[in-house]
């Protein structure tokens, strides 16, 4: 997104846990070893806003310099 706009307006009340893909594959290798059934949840440790997300997102992406806005969900548009 940070290629296609000049910024960007990212919620910050509303809260998740970003699961590492690898962690979640390792699991998920595991969990096809037994005869298991059923849904599993399956997250990290820890959590952080959609816009504390997009902020390290575009840290490691090295644009930490790209205008992000902070809003609430009641502010955006749909």
Excluded at 23 to 40: E, F, K, N, V, W
Aim: with cysteine; net charge negative; glycine share 4%.
């Amino acid at each position: 997104m940070a290629e296609e706009r000049e910024e960007l307006s990212v919620v910050t009340n509303e809260v998740g846990s970003p699961t590492y893909a690898p962690d979640l594959a390792r699991a998920i290798a595991r969990l096809l070893q037994y005869p298991l059934y059923g849904t599993y949840h399956l997250v990290n440790e820890g959590s952080c806003s959609r816009y504390e997300f997009a902020q390290m997102i575009l840290e490691l992406a090295s644009k930490s310099r790209f205008p992000l806005h902070p809003a609430e969900t009641y502010e955006r548009a749909t």
